[in-house]
Structures are given as C-alpha cells and as structure tokens.
C-alpha cells in the first residue's frame, strides 16, 4: 500500500510551495478529486501503522479510535473514486472536495481558525456508497453494517461507558490505564484490526480503478484474494480462533 501511494502520487500534478506568513506550506494548487484520493490513502496507511503500534503496546482503547478514523477514510475514498468508476457523481462530490480543500487558517488573520468548514453529512457520503454496494433503493444491509461500525467506535472516540468498562478487569479489580498487553482485550482488538487492513486493500483497489489503471487494480485484487485465504471468511487474525 506505501508503494502504490508513492506511484500514484507521481500521476497527479505534485504539492508546490505556497507562502504562509514568514515560511511556507505544501498545497496541490489544481485540487483535484485524483489528488483528494491519493492524501485520502497516504493518511490511510498512516492510520493503519498507528493503529498497529498501539495495538503491540496494548492500548486498544486508543487503537480503536483510530479505526473509527480508518472507517471513514475507507468511506472517503469509495465516496470519491465511485464517480470515476460508475460515472454517476452526486451534487455532495462538489461540496465535498471544497470543504476538503479549505484551508483551515487565514495567512492574513491571527485567529484560531477560519470560517466553518461545509462539511458533507456522513450518512449522505454512506447512502451514495450504499447505492452501489447494496442495489436498489431499500436494500440497506450494507449501510446498516457501516453505521452500526460507526456508532460503536465513536463511543471509543467520546468515551462512553460501556467501551471505557473494556479497560476494566483483573483480580483485584482496576482500571488499565497503561495497556491491556497480554489480556484477552488486546487479542480481540487484534483480530479485529485485520479487517481493517481488508477494507483499506478494497479502497486501493477503488482508488487503481478510478485512476483508469486495471493492471494496478488486478494486481491489488490478486493480493486481497491471497489476504481472505490467510485470514478466513471473518477477516480476522488467525489469533481469534485461539480465544
């Protein structure tokens, strides 16, 4: 996955300096949707190395909301490549790629931070995935699948009771506040973490498609077929079937 961020990287027009008050930042001045998708992967395999790590230091509280990130940006890239590849694009593409591009700071302004940023609504970046996940209208089983994802990794994120209980345990009793390394947790979140590398393989494989390439996309569904025999239906770590 680091390999094809690089390659497709060098396809589109590269980040060019721009001024920021007494230094500079890095831009794609053209803001295009292939640019949007290859910062959508970079920060994808970003979030999957994060994850990892956190996960080998047992804290999978933490791990977790990172796969509430990773959740959405798989959806992000589906969202964005789909128009490329079916060539039905929503009235939400247009507002989408806007408020991405937004700059978050005014060089001129000593403010905090800008104006709002227009951001699209989650479920409307899920139902135009869905409509081509699921088929026709009604038929939701994959939009129900992702917002219940959803709603279970944001308690992760907003802290609610139920997910902080996780870190609870051990005789005598105790909250871990430095890990859950050798706990039956930290299996759990290991296996689940595998099927979070599937689904970031299935959105490289939208993103080779939406850049018109099909040996790239071949060469990812070749490697996500080899990824399911290794993992099993479930996408899991082989770890879970020891639990």
Known sequence: ??????????RVPPPERVPFKDSFVYRYRE???????????????SGLH???????AGLVQEQAVI????????EDVAFLAFPSIFGEQSPWHEVYLKAFYQEEFDANDESVSSS?????????IRAYIDKFASGLKGSSK????????????????????????????????????????????????RADLWNYFYRSIIAFGFA???????????????????????????????????I
């Open 50 to 56: 994060a994850a990892s790590l956190l996960l080998e």
């Open 208 to 242: 080779a498609k939406a850049f018109g390439d099909d040996e790239l996309f071949e060469v990812i569904k070749s490697f996500s077929d080899h990824f399911q025999k290794a993992t099993g239906e479930g996408f899991q770590s082989s770890q879970w079937e020891g």
């Open 116 to 124: 709002n940023r227009p951001m699209v609504k989650r479920q409307k």
């Open 142 to 189: 994959n939009l129900d699948a992702s917002r219940t994802v959803s709603k279970t990794y944001s308690g992760y994120v907003h802290g609610a009771s139920p997910q902080i209980m996780d870190m609870y345990g051990g005789n005598p009793p105790k909250f871990y506040v430095r890990g859950m390394s050798g706990t039956i947790r930290q299996m759990e979140h």
């Open 31 to 45: 803001q295009t949707v292939h640019q949007a998708l290859v910062q959508k992967l970079a920060r994808l395999v």
């Open 1 to 10: 996955m680091e390999r094809t961020v690089n390659e497709l990287a060098s």
């Open 67 to 74: 796969q509430r990130v990773l959740d959405e940006l798989a």
